[in-house]
Protein backbone atom coordinates (compact mmCIF):
# COMPACT_ATOMS: atom_id res chain seq x y z
CA UNK A 1 0.00 0.00 0.00
CA UNK A 2 1.26 3.45 -1.52
CA UNK A 3 0.46 5.14 2.35
CA UNK A 4 2.81 2.77 4.17
CA UNK A 5 5.39 3.39 2.06
CA UNK A 6 4.61 7.00 2.07
CA UNK A 7 4.44 7.24 5.72
CA UNK A 8 6.54 4.83 6.77
CA UNK A 9 8.71 6.79 9.64
CA UNK A 10 5.17 7.68 11.21
CA UNK A 11 3.82 4.23 11.50
CA UNK A 12 4.43 1.51 13.88
CA UNK A 13 2.50 -1.39 11.79
CA UNK A 14 -0.40 -2.16 9.99
CA UNK A 15 -2.64 -5.61 10.53
CA UNK A 16 -5.10 -6.46 8.17
CA UNK A 17 -8.49 -8.98 8.69
CA UNK A 18 -11.67 -9.92 9.89
CA UNK A 19 -13.46 -7.74 12.54
CA UNK A 20 -17.17 -8.31 12.88
CA UNK A 21 -18.75 -11.25 10.84
CA UNK A 22 -22.42 -12.57 10.72
CA UNK A 23 -23.22 -15.66 9.90
CA UNK A 24 -26.06 -17.27 8.68
CA UNK A 25 -27.36 -21.07 9.34
CA UNK A 26 -30.12 -21.96 6.72
CA UNK A 27 -31.89 -25.02 6.50
CA UNK A 28 -32.94 -25.06 2.49
CA UNK A 29 -35.77 -27.86 2.82
CA UNK A 30 -37.34 -25.30 4.75
CA UNK A 31 -36.63 -21.94 3.60
CA UNK A 32 -39.12 -22.03 0.40
CA UNK A 33 -42.46 -22.71 0.07
CA UNK A 34 -41.51 -25.82 -2.39
CA UNK A 35 -38.44 -27.03 -0.14
CA UNK A 36 -41.06 -26.78 2.85
CA UNK A 37 -44.05 -28.48 0.83
CA UNK A 38 -41.93 -31.49 -0.35
CA UNK A 39 -40.20 -31.60 3.66
CA UNK A 40 -43.85 -32.15 4.38
CA UNK A 41 -44.81 -34.66 1.88
CA UNK A 42 -41.92 -36.79 3.31
CA UNK A 43 -42.55 -36.52 6.96
CA UNK A 44 -46.63 -37.03 5.94
CA UNK A 45 -47.84 -33.90 7.46
CA UNK A 46 -51.31 -32.42 5.88
CA UNK A 47 -51.49 -28.80 5.44
CA UNK A 48 -54.26 -28.70 7.57
CA UNK A 49 -51.84 -29.87 10.54
CA UNK A 50 -49.15 -27.44 9.86
CA UNK A 51 -49.91 -25.14 12.38
CA UNK A 52 -50.15 -27.98 15.35
CA UNK A 53 -46.72 -29.53 14.00
CA UNK A 54 -44.72 -26.04 13.83
CA UNK A 55 -46.57 -25.00 17.16
CA UNK A 56 -44.75 -28.39 18.79
CA UNK A 57 -41.78 -27.42 17.21
CA UNK A 58 -41.50 -24.16 18.21
CA UNK A 59 -42.28 -25.50 22.00
CA UNK A 60 -39.19 -28.21 21.50
CA UNK A 61 -36.62 -25.10 20.39
CA UNK A 62 -37.67 -23.13 23.16
CA UNK A 63 -37.58 -25.59 25.88
CA UNK A 64 -34.44 -26.74 24.71
CA UNK A 65 -32.92 -23.39 24.67
CA UNK A 66 -33.85 -22.58 28.06
CA UNK A 67 -32.97 -26.14 29.63
CA UNK A 68 -29.35 -25.76 27.69
CA UNK A 69 -29.68 -22.21 29.92
CA UNK A 70 -30.21 -23.79 33.06
CA UNK A 71 -27.39 -26.03 32.72
CA UNK A 72 -25.06 -23.92 32.09
CA UNK A 73 -26.53 -21.79 35.12
CA UNK A 74 -26.93 -18.93 33.22
CA UNK A 75 -29.94 -15.81 33.57
CA UNK A 76 -32.78 -16.59 30.97
CA UNK A 77 -34.38 -12.90 30.39
CA UNK A 78 -37.25 -12.27 28.57
CA UNK A 79 -37.31 -8.41 27.00
CA UNK A 80 -39.94 -6.76 26.41
CA UNK A 81 -38.81 -4.65 23.32
CA UNK A 82 -36.89 -5.70 20.42
CA UNK A 83 -35.06 -2.03 20.45
CA UNK A 84 -33.30 -3.17 23.71
CA UNK A 85 -29.57 -2.82 22.55
CA UNK A 86 -29.03 -6.72 23.49
CA UNK A 87 -24.61 -6.80 22.93
CA UNK A 88 -24.61 -3.79 26.05
CA UNK A 89 -26.79 -5.68 28.13
CA UNK A 90 -25.31 -8.90 28.07
CA UNK A 91 -21.47 -6.98 28.31
CA UNK A 92 -22.94 -5.59 31.46
CA UNK A 93 -24.01 -9.25 32.56
CA UNK A 94 -20.47 -10.11 32.15
CA UNK A 95 -19.34 -7.84 33.60
CA UNK A 96 -21.76 -8.22 36.91
CA UNK A 97 -21.11 -11.62 37.22
CA UNK A 98 -17.15 -11.43 36.17
CA UNK A 99 -17.55 -13.64 33.70
CA UNK A 100 -14.80 -13.93 31.36
CA UNK A 101 -15.08 -17.25 29.49
CA UNK A 102 -18.23 -19.43 28.79
CA UNK A 103 -21.84 -18.89 28.49
CA UNK A 104 -23.03 -15.28 29.91
CA UNK A 105 -26.76 -15.61 29.32
CA UNK A 106 -29.86 -16.18 27.38
CA UNK A 107 -32.25 -13.45 26.35
CA UNK A 108 -35.59 -13.48 24.69
CA UNK A 109 -37.61 -11.49 22.29
CA UNK A 110 -40.29 -10.95 19.64
CA UNK A 111 -38.77 -9.64 16.54
CA UNK A 112 -39.72 -9.59 12.77
CA UNK A 113 -38.87 -12.53 10.46
CA UNK A 114 -40.29 -14.21 7.40
CA UNK A 115 -41.99 -17.19 8.25
CA UNK A 116 -44.53 -20.09 6.08
CA UNK A 117 -48.17 -20.02 6.62
CA UNK A 118 -50.76 -21.72 5.77
CA UNK A 119 -53.55 -19.77 3.93
CA UNK A 120 -56.48 -20.62 1.43
CA UNK A 121 -56.62 -19.62 -1.91
CA UNK A 122 -60.17 -18.70 -2.89
CA UNK A 123 -59.52 -19.47 -6.76
CA UNK A 124 -57.96 -23.15 -6.46
CA UNK A 125 -60.54 -23.96 -3.00
CA UNK A 126 -57.38 -25.25 -2.03
CA UNK A 127 -55.25 -24.48 1.51
CA UNK A 128 -51.15 -23.31 0.32
CA UNK A 129 -47.91 -22.58 1.73
CA UNK A 130 -46.83 -18.84 1.62
CA UNK A 131 -44.05 -16.69 3.11
CA UNK A 132 -44.71 -13.64 4.28
CA UNK A 133 -43.60 -10.83 7.01
CA UNK A 134 -44.58 -11.98 10.80
CA UNK A 135 -43.13 -11.69 14.22
CA UNK A 136 -41.13 -14.46 16.30
CA UNK A 137 -39.19 -15.16 19.44
CA UNK A 138 -35.84 -15.32 18.85
CA UNK A 139 -33.59 -16.57 21.13
CA UNK A 140 -29.96 -15.13 21.64
CA UNK A 141 -27.05 -17.17 23.63
CA UNK A 142 -24.38 -14.59 24.56
CA UNK A 143 -20.93 -15.97 25.31
CA UNK A 144 -16.85 -15.45 25.50
CA UNK A 145 -16.15 -18.35 23.34
CA UNK A 146 -12.37 -19.67 24.74
CA UNK A 147 -11.83 -19.39 20.90
CA UNK A 148 -13.49 -16.58 18.76
CA UNK A 149 -14.13 -14.28 22.32
CA UNK A 150 -17.33 -12.25 22.56
CA UNK A 151 -20.37 -13.07 20.46
CA UNK A 152 -24.07 -14.57 20.35
CA UNK A 153 -25.89 -17.07 19.04
CA UNK A 154 -29.30 -15.45 17.71
CA UNK A 155 -32.09 -18.51 16.92
CA UNK A 156 -35.38 -18.28 14.90
CA UNK A 157 -37.99 -20.17 17.24
CA UNK A 158 -40.46 -20.36 14.33
CA UNK A 159 -39.70 -22.08 10.76
CA UNK A 160 -37.81 -22.36 8.85
CA UNK A 161 -35.41 -22.02 12.15
CA UNK A 162 -32.94 -19.46 10.78
CA UNK A 163 -29.63 -19.29 12.98
CA UNK A 164 -27.63 -16.07 12.97
CA UNK A 165 -24.53 -16.03 14.74
CA UNK A 166 -22.11 -13.32 15.28
CA UNK A 167 -18.49 -13.50 15.65
CA UNK A 168 -15.25 -10.54 16.11
CA UNK A 169 -11.61 -11.86 14.22
CA UNK A 170 -10.78 -9.03 16.44
CA UNK A 171 -11.54 -10.67 19.67
CA UNK A 172 -10.15 -14.12 18.59
CA UNK A 173 -6.92 -12.28 17.65
CA UNK A 174 -7.14 -11.02 21.37
CA UNK A 175 -7.58 -14.42 22.59
CA UNK A 176 -4.70 -15.57 20.67
CA UNK A 177 -2.54 -13.00 21.52
CA UNK A 178 -2.85 -13.75 25.05
CA UNK A 179 -2.17 -17.48 24.22
CA UNK A 180 0.94 -16.72 22.43
CA UNK A 181 2.21 -14.73 25.46
CA UNK A 182 2.71 -11.26 23.18
CA UNK A 183 1.73 -7.93 24.99
CA UNK A 184 -0.74 -5.66 23.49
CA UNK A 185 -3.06 -2.40 23.98
CA UNK A 186 -6.87 -2.89 23.21
CA UNK A 187 -9.57 -0.11 22.83
CA UNK A 188 -12.43 -1.80 21.77
CA UNK A 189 -12.49 -3.97 18.90
CA UNK A 190 -9.26 -2.45 17.24
CA UNK A 191 -5.79 -2.50 18.44
CA UNK A 192 -3.91 0.66 19.36
CA UNK A 193 -0.15 -1.47 20.22
CA UNK A 194 0.75 -4.37 19.36
CA UNK A 195 4.42 -5.76 20.86
CA UNK A 196 4.83 -8.05 17.81
CA UNK A 197 3.08 -6.94 14.61
CA UNK A 198 3.92 -9.30 12.19
CA UNK A 199 3.10 -12.35 14.42
CA UNK A 200 0.29 -10.96 14.72
CA UNK A 201 -0.70 -10.80 10.58
CA UNK A 202 0.28 -14.06 10.61
CA UNK A 203 -2.36 -15.69 13.16
CA UNK A 204 -4.80 -13.68 11.18
CA UNK A 205 -4.14 -15.57 8.05
CA UNK A 206 -4.44 -18.48 10.20
CA UNK A 207 -7.21 -17.51 11.33
CA UNK A 208 -8.82 -17.92 7.60
CA UNK A 209 -8.08 -21.82 7.95
CA UNK A 210 -10.58 -22.22 10.11
CA UNK A 211 -13.61 -25.19 9.79
CA UNK A 212 -16.13 -22.54 9.60
CA UNK A 213 -18.95 -25.13 9.15
CA UNK A 214 -17.74 -27.43 12.09
CA UNK A 215 -17.09 -24.28 14.36
CA UNK A 216 -20.81 -22.97 13.58
CA UNK A 217 -22.58 -26.23 13.82
CA UNK A 218 -20.78 -26.86 17.17
CA UNK A 219 -22.34 -23.60 18.78
CA UNK A 220 -25.61 -23.67 17.30
CA UNK A 221 -26.04 -27.28 18.96
CA UNK A 222 -24.21 -25.75 22.07
CA UNK A 223 -27.07 -23.45 22.20
CA UNK A 224 -30.20 -25.50 21.35
CA UNK A 225 -28.93 -29.35 21.44
CA UNK A 226 -32.63 -30.27 19.75
CA UNK A 227 -32.03 -28.61 16.62
CA UNK A 228 -30.38 -32.03 15.37
CA UNK A 229 -33.83 -33.69 16.12
CA UNK A 230 -36.81 -31.46 15.17
CA UNK A 231 -36.58 -31.82 11.51
CA UNK A 232 -36.99 -35.86 11.44
CA UNK A 233 -37.16 -38.12 9.47
CA UNK A 234 -34.93 -36.07 6.85
CA UNK A 235 -31.75 -34.58 9.26
CA UNK A 236 -31.17 -31.91 6.81
CA UNK A 237 -28.16 -29.87 7.34
CA UNK A 238 -27.32 -26.08 8.36
CA UNK A 239 -26.34 -24.36 4.98
CA UNK A 240 -23.63 -21.93 6.35
CA UNK A 241 -23.52 -18.41 4.56
CA UNK A 242 -21.95 -15.07 5.21
CA UNK A 243 -24.44 -12.83 5.39
CA UNK A 244 -22.15 -9.90 6.09
CA UNK A 245 -18.30 -9.39 6.64
CA UNK A 246 -16.41 -6.94 7.56
CA UNK A 247 -12.49 -6.69 6.65
CA UNK A 248 -10.27 -4.03 8.30
CA UNK A 249 -6.85 -2.53 7.82
CA UNK A 250 -5.72 -0.40 10.73
CA UNK A 251 -2.89 1.35 9.93
CA UNK A 252 -1.01 2.08 13.81
CA UNK A 253 0.51 5.49 13.25
CA UNK A 254 3.03 6.52 16.55
CA UNK A 255 1.03 8.99 18.31
CA UNK A 256 -2.39 10.65 18.22
CA UNK A 257 -0.48 13.86 16.66
CA UNK A 258 0.68 12.41 13.67
CA UNK A 259 -2.80 11.01 12.60
CA UNK A 260 -4.33 14.52 13.80
CA UNK A 261 -1.85 15.92 11.40
CA UNK A 262 -2.75 13.93 8.49
CA UNK A 263 -6.20 13.25 8.69
CA UNK A 264 -8.27 16.00 7.32
CA UNK A 265 -6.31 16.14 4.17
CA UNK A 266 -7.58 11.95 3.78
CA UNK A 267 -11.16 13.27 4.78
CA UNK A 268 -11.07 15.66 2.39
CA UNK A 269 -9.42 13.65 -0.43
CA UNK A 270 -11.86 11.29 0.07
CA UNK A 271 -14.86 13.54 0.00
CA UNK A 272 -13.36 15.71 -2.92
CA UNK A 273 -11.57 13.05 -5.01
CA UNK A 274 -13.52 9.62 -4.45
CA UNK A 275 -15.83 10.57 -6.81
CA UNK A 276 -18.63 7.13 -8.48
CA UNK A 277 -16.42 5.25 -10.85
CA UNK A 278 -13.47 5.44 -8.57
CA UNK A 279 -15.69 4.03 -5.58
CA UNK A 280 -17.08 1.33 -8.21
CA UNK A 281 -13.51 0.41 -8.89
CA UNK A 282 -12.29 0.49 -4.89
CA UNK A 283 -15.10 -1.95 -5.01
CA UNK A 284 -14.11 -4.62 -8.27
CA UNK A 285 -16.50 -2.82 -10.74
CA UNK A 286 -15.48 -1.86 -14.26
CA UNK A 287 -18.07 0.66 -14.26
CA UNK A 288 -21.44 2.13 -14.10
CA UNK A 289 -22.03 0.65 -16.92
CA UNK A 290 -26.54 -1.12 -17.37
CA UNK A 291 -29.85 -0.50 -17.77
CA UNK A 292 -30.14 0.52 -14.41
CA UNK A 293 -26.69 2.12 -12.90
CA UNK A 294 -25.56 1.25 -9.45
CA UNK A 295 -25.88 4.43 -7.12
CA UNK A 296 -23.06 5.15 -5.38
CA UNK A 297 -23.34 7.40 -1.58
CA UNK A 298 -20.25 8.69 -0.26
CA UNK A 299 -21.64 10.06 3.38
CA UNK A 300 -19.41 11.98 5.72
CA UNK A 301 -20.25 11.76 9.87
CA UNK A 302 -18.67 13.30 12.91
CA UNK A 303 -18.97 10.45 15.42
CA UNK A 304 -17.78 9.95 19.20
CA UNK A 305 -14.80 8.15 17.87
CA UNK A 306 -13.88 10.75 15.37
CA UNK A 307 -14.46 11.23 11.81
CA UNK A 308 -16.28 8.38 9.10
CA UNK A 309 -16.37 8.69 5.26
CA UNK A 310 -18.01 5.79 3.69
CA UNK A 311 -18.94 5.03 -0.04
CA UNK A 312 -21.49 2.60 -0.51
CA UNK A 313 -22.67 0.77 -3.69
CA UNK A 314 -25.35 -1.85 -4.01
CA UNK A 315 -25.00 -2.88 -0.14
CA UNK A 316 -21.38 -3.18 -0.15
CA UNK A 317 -19.30 -0.11 1.35
CA UNK A 318 -15.69 0.84 1.94
CA UNK A 319 -14.92 3.49 4.66
CA UNK A 320 -12.43 4.88 6.60
CA UNK A 321 -12.08 6.41 10.06
CA UNK A 322 -9.52 7.56 12.33
CA UNK A 323 -9.79 4.93 16.06
CA UNK A 324 -8.44 5.54 19.64
CA UNK A 325 -6.37 9.34 17.81
CA UNK A 326 -3.83 7.16 16.44
CA UNK A 327 -5.16 4.31 14.61
CA UNK A 328 -6.51 4.84 10.82
CA UNK A 329 -8.85 2.28 9.97
CA UNK A 330 -9.54 1.20 6.17
CA UNK A 331 -12.64 -1.18 6.38
CA UNK A 332 -14.26 -3.03 3.19
CA UNK A 333 -18.03 -4.47 4.24
CA UNK A 334 -19.98 -6.75 1.90
CA UNK A 335 -23.06 -7.65 1.93
CA UNK A 336 -23.99 -8.73 -1.85
CA UNK A 337 -21.29 -11.34 -3.20
CA UNK A 338 -22.86 -11.24 -6.54
CA UNK A 339 -20.64 -8.28 -7.59
CA UNK A 340 -18.14 -10.38 -7.58
CA UNK A 341 -16.53 -13.52 -8.65
CA UNK A 342 -14.42 -16.92 -7.40
CA UNK A 343 -12.55 -18.81 -9.85
CA UNK A 344 -14.02 -22.55 -9.14
CA UNK A 345 -15.90 -25.26 -10.54
CA UNK A 346 -19.60 -24.08 -11.90
CA UNK A 347 -21.98 -25.68 -8.99
CA UNK A 348 -18.61 -27.62 -8.26
CA UNK A 349 -19.16 -29.90 -10.68
CA UNK A 350 -16.05 -32.24 -10.64
CA UNK A 351 -16.62 -33.06 -14.73
CA UNK A 352 -16.25 -28.90 -15.97
CA UNK A 353 -13.67 -27.25 -15.83
CA UNK A 354 -13.12 -23.82 -13.52
CA UNK A 355 -13.44 -20.61 -14.32
CA UNK A 356 -14.54 -16.98 -13.02
CA UNK A 357 -18.24 -17.87 -11.06
CA UNK A 358 -20.10 -15.27 -9.68
CA UNK A 359 -19.38 -15.36 -5.49
CA UNK A 360 -21.27 -17.46 -3.29
CA UNK A 361 -22.59 -16.11 0.23
CA UNK A 362 -21.31 -19.91 1.25
CA UNK A 363 -18.84 -20.28 3.77
CA UNK A 364 -16.71 -22.20 0.92
CA UNK A 365 -16.02 -18.71 -0.56
CA UNK A 366 -15.06 -17.03 2.38
CA UNK A 367 -11.96 -17.08 1.29
CA UNK A 368 -11.75 -15.42 -2.33
CA UNK A 369 -14.32 -12.87 -0.09
CA UNK A 370 -11.29 -11.92 2.20
CA UNK A 371 -8.73 -11.41 -0.59
CA UNK A 372 -11.25 -9.28 -2.53
CA UNK A 373 -11.87 -6.91 0.39
CA UNK A 374 -7.91 -6.72 0.94
CA UNK A 375 -7.73 -5.63 -2.77
CA UNK A 376 -10.66 -2.95 -2.10
CA UNK A 377 -8.71 -1.76 1.17
CA UNK A 378 -5.41 -1.62 -0.97
CA UNK A 379 -6.82 0.59 -3.78
CA UNK A 380 -8.41 2.91 -1.24
CA UNK A 381 -5.34 3.30 0.90
CA UNK A 382 -3.33 3.79 -2.36
CA UNK A 383 -5.46 6.56 -3.34
CA UNK A 384 -5.18 8.56 -0.22
CA UNK A 385 -1.70 8.47 -0.58
CA UNK A 386 -2.00 11.30 -2.70
CA UNK A 387 -3.69 13.58 -0.36
CA UNK A 388 -1.18 15.09 1.91
CA UNK A 389 1.45 17.09 -0.19
CA UNK A 390 3.51 19.05 2.86
CA UNK A 391 5.84 20.94 0.38
CA UNK A 392 4.74 24.35 -0.39
CA UNK A 393 2.20 24.28 -3.49
CA UNK A 394 4.79 26.65 -5.23
CA UNK A 395 7.54 23.76 -4.92
CA UNK A 396 4.93 21.10 -6.11
CA UNK A 397 3.93 22.98 -9.21
CA UNK A 398 6.78 25.27 -10.54
CA UNK A 399 8.51 22.79 -12.20
CA UNK A 400 5.50 21.54 -14.84
CA UNK A 401 4.28 24.92 -15.20
CA UNK A 402 7.57 25.89 -17.10
CA UNK A 403 9.11 25.00 -20.87
CA UNK A 404 10.63 21.65 -20.70
CA UNK A 405 13.65 20.05 -23.50
CA UNK A 406 12.96 16.04 -23.76
CA UNK A 407 14.80 13.99 -26.02
CA UNK A 408 15.48 17.53 -28.00
CA UNK A 409 12.25 18.59 -28.37
CA UNK A 410 11.13 21.89 -26.26
CA UNK A 411 7.43 21.27 -24.75
CA UNK A 412 5.36 24.25 -22.67
CA UNK A 413 4.86 24.44 -19.37
CA UNK A 414 1.50 23.79 -17.63
CA UNK A 415 -0.93 26.33 -17.16
CA UNK A 416 -3.74 24.99 -14.68
CA UNK A 417 -6.03 27.68 -14.89
CA UNK A 418 -6.79 27.73 -18.35
CA UNK A 419 -9.53 25.40 -19.23
CA UNK A 420 -8.05 22.52 -21.04
CA UNK A 421 -5.25 21.87 -18.52
CA UNK A 422 -7.41 22.54 -15.66
CA UNK A 423 -9.75 19.72 -17.21
CA UNK A 424 -6.75 17.31 -17.97
CA UNK A 425 -5.81 17.79 -14.64
CA UNK A 426 -8.90 16.87 -13.22
CA UNK A 427 -9.13 13.88 -15.14
CA UNK A 428 -5.74 12.59 -13.38
CA UNK A 429 -7.02 13.51 -9.98
CA UNK A 430 -10.11 11.30 -10.66
CA UNK A 431 -9.31 7.97 -7.66
CA UNK A 432 -10.20 5.39 -10.65
CA UNK A 433 -6.82 7.01 -12.89
CA UNK A 434 -4.75 7.22 -10.06
CA UNK A 435 -5.17 3.12 -9.46
CA UNK A 436 -5.45 1.76 -12.43
CA UNK A 437 -4.12 4.12 -15.21
CA UNK A 438 -5.90 5.41 -18.39
CA UNK A 439 -5.39 5.12 -22.12
CA UNK A 440 -5.39 7.70 -25.16
CA UNK A 441 -9.43 6.75 -25.49
CA UNK A 442 -10.09 7.58 -22.09
CA UNK A 443 -8.50 11.12 -21.94
CA UNK A 444 -9.36 12.00 -25.04
CA UNK A 445 -13.39 10.98 -24.27
CA UNK A 446 -12.98 13.33 -21.26
CA UNK A 447 -11.12 15.95 -23.28
CA UNK A 448 -12.96 15.67 -26.20
CA UNK A 449 -16.88 14.60 -25.78
CA UNK A 450 -17.56 15.68 -29.29
CA UNK A 451 -15.43 13.25 -30.42
CA UNK A 452 -17.58 10.28 -29.63
CA UNK A 453 -20.17 11.47 -31.94
CA UNK A 454 -17.92 12.71 -34.81
CA UNK A 455 -16.41 10.35 -37.80
CA UNK A 456 -13.26 8.60 -37.99
CA UNK A 457 -11.26 11.42 -39.85
CA UNK A 458 -12.06 13.49 -36.95
CA UNK A 459 -11.65 10.96 -34.44
CA UNK A 460 -7.80 11.03 -35.70
CA UNK A 461 -7.70 14.57 -35.15
CA UNK A 462 -8.89 14.54 -31.82
CA UNK A 463 -6.47 11.40 -31.10
CA UNK A 464 -3.18 13.29 -31.98
CA UNK A 465 -4.50 16.26 -30.33
CA UNK A 466 -4.65 13.36 -27.18
CA UNK A 467 -1.09 11.92 -28.19
CA UNK A 468 0.32 15.05 -27.79
CA UNK A 469 -1.04 15.92 -24.59
CA UNK A 470 0.25 12.56 -23.16
CA UNK A 471 3.36 13.14 -23.98
CA UNK A 472 3.17 16.69 -23.02
CA UNK A 473 2.88 15.48 -19.47
CA UNK A 474 5.47 12.43 -19.72
CA UNK A 475 8.07 14.89 -20.35
CA UNK A 476 7.10 16.58 -17.03
CA UNK A 477 7.49 13.45 -15.51
CA UNK A 478 3.83 13.64 -14.25
CA UNK A 479 2.93 9.86 -16.15
CA UNK A 480 4.68 7.04 -16.95
CA UNK A 481 3.71 4.07 -20.04
CA UNK A 482 2.95 0.73 -18.51
CA UNK A 483 5.42 -1.68 -19.82
CA UNK A 484 3.72 -4.06 -22.55
CA UNK A 485 0.39 -1.62 -22.07
CA UNK A 486 -1.16 1.10 -23.92
CA UNK A 487 -1.86 2.63 -20.33
CA UNK A 488 -0.70 5.53 -18.63
CA UNK A 489 0.08 5.80 -14.68
CA UNK A 490 0.53 8.99 -12.55
CA UNK A 491 4.46 9.49 -11.12
CA UNK A 492 4.53 10.52 -7.24
CA UNK A 493 4.97 13.61 -8.73
CA UNK A 494 2.02 13.86 -10.66
CA UNK A 495 -0.19 12.50 -7.86
CA UNK A 496 1.26 15.71 -5.38
CA UNK A 497 0.85 17.78 -9.05
CA UNK A 498 -2.58 17.00 -9.98
CA UNK A 499 -4.06 16.61 -5.96
CA UNK A 500 -2.40 19.86 -4.15
CA UNK A 501 -3.96 22.00 -7.14
CA UNK A 502 -7.50 20.41 -7.21
CA UNK A 503 -7.71 20.83 -3.39
CA UNK A 504 -6.13 24.36 -3.63
CA UNK A 505 -9.21 25.25 -6.34
CA UNK A 506 -11.63 23.75 -4.11
CA UNK A 507 -11.14 26.14 -1.46
CA UNK A 508 -12.54 29.40 -1.41
CA UNK A 509 -10.07 32.60 -0.89
CA UNK A 510 -10.69 33.91 2.53
CA UNK A 511 -9.82 29.74 3.41
CA UNK A 512 -6.73 30.13 1.54
CA UNK A 513 -6.11 33.76 3.59
CA UNK A 514 -6.73 31.63 6.93
CA UNK A 515 -4.30 28.92 5.94
CA UNK A 516 -1.65 31.35 4.68
CA UNK A 517 -2.00 33.27 7.69
Not at 47 to 69: H, I
Not at 106 to 115: G, K, N, T
Not at 415 to 433: A, I, T, V
Amino acid sequence: MKLMELYRDRIMGVISGLDRIRFRGTLRWLASERGLGTFMNHARILLKDFSGWVDGLTAQVRDSCESRARDLGIEVRYLMSSGVDKDKLARQIAADKRITEGSICLLSVVEPCIAPKVKGNKASKKLELVMEPRKCVFVYHYFNDPVFGFGHVRIQSWVPFNIFICLNGRHWLERQLQKQGIDYVKDGNCFVRIEDIAAAQVLLHEQLKTDWAKLLNGLALGSCPALSQVLRPLEPEYYWSADETEWATDIMFKSVATLEELFPSFVHHAMRVCDSPSVMKYLGRRSLAGSVPDEVISDYRRRYEGIRVKHSVNYNSVKMYNKSGSLLRIETTINNTRDFKVFRRPNDDEGKPASWQKMRKGVSDLHRRCEVSQQCNDRYGDALAAAQVEEKLKEVVCGACNKVVKEGKRYRGLNPWQQDDYRMLMFLSKGENAINGFRNHDLRKWLYRESEQAGKDQQKKYSGRTTRRIKMLRAHGLIRKVPRANRYVLTEKGQKFSCSLMTASALDIKALTEMAA
